[in-house]
């Protein structure tokens, strides 16, 4: 990779700087805590890995974390796994994520936005009330800290009450998105068998009503260990027998009891994709999950209580539960339930625009179609409260970086871009947004604080301006506290810590650059590896998706039976579009000039579609197995994939060449 250095696309303004949150808290923590008072954001990220008690001290101070029990000290044991967070001190995650109520009675703690586009608001004081009837109600049910409490829910007010209620009285959150089926569910929550069930009967999404009646029924049944289950009447259907009413539950004028819990009790339950086999379990404490989102809202998002916080995601994905964490800084946050393109493309900006939303997040994915579909967000919408667009889900192309840049360019509009990459394995980001930092084309601005990002080589050696693996050589307190039914921790140990013991091998391609700034390649467990040199695959669909013919793109490296290696392209076209020669030819020669010659595959395929993760991924590992001649049952979790047919397209392809 090139050391030169570029101009960056977006530069923050003094103003910016000064008034940015993390700015405030650097000069106080050089004041209290030995920060570094000058060096910028490069000497704050340094001392916040090299002294990570005395950071982590100082962020719980910063945001005034109420400890019920005080700690004995910060980092009992900094091993990997196993470093022990805060020892002895006990608090409540729902707690914090209420206490702006006391204050802000009557301003809007959530906006719930549905496909008409118009905001409802939820108040402080009402959400506060509801969370503290439901939190009384499962109590007398007779949930106990520690016990799992499920949800079958969209992204509406009902999902962030249930969540905060069970984390009030010390239970543990769950929850999958209703387009999941019944096998994807129960593959989820079998495993942490909860004992209670929150559900819909339905939801709307592309302006139609889906039923959900049948899938409940099937988890009522298959999920025996529940003592409730509680009906939230979306489409307007009656309870069906044995369930509770949603209404009935949060009715009652209750102030919340929060039930102060250790540092390390379990908040939530999040599932990784499971393509290859039963989703993980992943358990995250609700002490470090407060201290870690604390920080990454209010000093890297920049969010405070005049904010207006929305995040396209559903309540099954990591970025729901990062989204809910907003009410922690104070920030009014959006909940959008359907579809993000609906009734046209341009769907999300409006919401952005009705909500007067001041930091918008959104898929990589999205950004491109806008770009493709022609919509022009800041000509359009009046987006002028928006300060930030950051993006995750995959690597934001270097087009996407100069599409947003030059569509609010246009309007006069100063628009910081950041995008962001993390996982569910921590809920939060490696790296991504610094407000007081330049934004460079296609590169993420900077590692998190307390975040010890390195780029390794085989060996373990650190390198810079070179491609390698994504390591994390401290503990974050937000890392699993274990996996569910790993009694052992051999799964945990193996996903994360068999290739560099005691250090965080995440499984992404990336780049250290010498100005501090990061590129993500593509997932490093379905590498290519062209003649000795590896490559991401995001490299190549950045290339190839520019063009207007290719909807979407797969890239597979099939290391061959005889030894040999074969790179397959494949790609999903536009209506209209079909793959001649010509076109052939246009994909080698954008990838030769734009990449390598290395990188032009050997085939170019045309697909009826790239499968995708239920969370929106491209499955490359599975088709991978496919291609390599693995039956479909074994290589991959049918439940794992928003369309399984077009796996068996694969499927035949290998069949045929053997």
């Known amino acids: ?80 796994p196993g470093a022990q967070w805060f020892p002895g001190a006990t608090l409540n995650y729902a707690e914090h994520a209420l206490r702006a109520a006391a204050a802000r009675a009557d301003e809007p703690a959530l906006l719930h936005v549905d496909e008409t586009h118009d905001p409802r608001p939820v108040t402080w004081a009402e959400l506060r009330r509801r969370v503290g009837s ?11 800290p520690g016990d799992r409490v499920s949800g079958y829910l969209p992204n509406i007010p009902q999902a962030v009450v249930a969540f905060l209620a069970t984390a009030a009285v010390g239970g543990v959150w769950t929850s999958c998105a209703p387009d999941f089926g019944a096998r994807s569910v129960l593959d989820r929550f079998q495993q942490v068998e909860p004992v209670v069930l929150f559900t819909v009967d339905g939801y709307r999404y592309g302006g139609k009503e889906h039923d959900r009646r049948d899938v409940v029924a099937e988890l009522r049944r298959e999920l025996p260990t ?40 379990p908040l939530w339950v999040l599932y990784s994709s499971g393509t290859t086999g039963l989703p993980k379990a ?3 404490s609700q002490g470090g999950i407060l201290v870690e989102h604390l920080k990454q809202l209010g000093l890297h998002c920049d969010l405070g209580p005049e904010d207006r916080f929305f995040w396209y995601t559903s309540t099954g994905w990591m970025m729901w539960n990062f989204l809910v964490s907003g009410l922690l800084t104070g920030t009014t946050i959006v909940l959008y339930d359907g579809s993000p393109g609906y009734p046209d493309t341009g769907a999300q900006w409006r919401i952005a625009e009705r909500t007067g939303a001041t930091f918008y997040g959104t898929s990589a994915a999205y950004v491109m179609a806008c770009r493709k579909a022609d919509v022009h967000p800041a000509r359009d919408f009046d987006l002028s409260a928006v300060q930030c667009v950051a993006t995750t889900g ?41 407000p007081t930092l330049p934004v460079y084309i296609g590169e993420l601005q900077a590692p998190g604080l307390g975040t010890d990002l390195q780029s390794w080589d085989p060996s373990g050696t650190p390198l810079t301006d070179e491609v390698g693996e994504l390591v994390v050589t401290h503990p974050m307190p937000s890392m699993p506290i274990h996996f569910w039914n790993d ?50 695959s995001a490299d190549i669909y950045e290339a190839v998706e520019r ?70 991924k491209r499955i490359e590992v599975p088709v991978k197995r496919l291609l390599q001649g693995t039956p479909l049952e074994k290589a991959v979790n049918p439940g794992s994939v928003d369309d399984l047919a077009l796996l068996t397209f694969y499927e035949d392809l290998a069949r045929r060449r053997t």
Not at 31 to 47: D, I, K
Not at 50 to 74: L, M, Q
Not at 548 to 561: A, C, D, F, R, Y
């Open 1 to 80: 990779m090139s050391t030169e250095n570029p101009q960056p696309l977006w530069q923050p303004d003094p103003q910016r700087i000064a008034r940015a949150r993390i700015t405030t808290f650097q000069a106080w923590a050089a004041e209290r805590h030995g920060a570094p008072a000058e060096g910028g954001y490069a000497a704050l990220h340094r001392w916040s890995v090299d002294e990570p008690e005395t950071f982590w001290k100082a962020v719980t101070e910063w945001f005034d974390v109420r400890f019920s029990t005080p700690y004995a000290r910060v980092l009992g044991d900094r091993s990997m």
């Open 134 to 144: 439901l939190a009384a109600e499962l109590r007398a049910l007779g949930v106990r």
């Open 226 to 265: 529940l003592r409730a289950v509680v009906h939230i009447p979306l489409l307007g259907t009656d309870a069906p027998d044995g369930a509770l009413d949603w209404s009935a539950l949060t009715s009652a004028d209750t102030e919340p009891v929060f039930e102060q819990v250790p540092f390390e009790h």
């Open 282 to 284: 992943i358990v995250q």
């Open 394 to 434: 995959s690597p934001l192309p270097p087009d996407g970086f100069r599409w947003l840049h030059d569509e609010f360019a246009e309007s006069g509009a100063d628009l910081w871009i950041a995008s962001v990459s993390g996982g569910t394995d921590v809920c939060s980001c490696f790296a991504g947004a610094v």
């Open 487 to 536: 009694p052992d921790g051999s799964r945990y140990h193996d996903s994360y810590f068999d290739t560099y013991p005691g250090v965080w091998r995440h499984g992404d391609w990336i780049t250290l650059t010498s100005r501090g700034s990061v590129v993500i390649h593509g997932r490093s467990d379905s590498t290519l590896n062209r003649q000795g040199v590896r490559m991401g």
């Open 547 to 616: 063009l207007p013919q290719i909807k979407e793109s797969l890239v597979i490296g099939v290391e061959q039976p005889d030894g040999g290696y074969w790179m397959p392209l494949f790609v999903h076209l536009t209506p209209g579009t079909v793959l001649d020669e010509d076109l052939k030819g246009l994909i080698r020669r954008t990838i030769r000039e734009q990449l390598s010659p290395r990188h032009v595959p050997d085939e170019i395929i045309e697909v009826p579609g790239v499968p995708h993760t239920l969370t929106g």
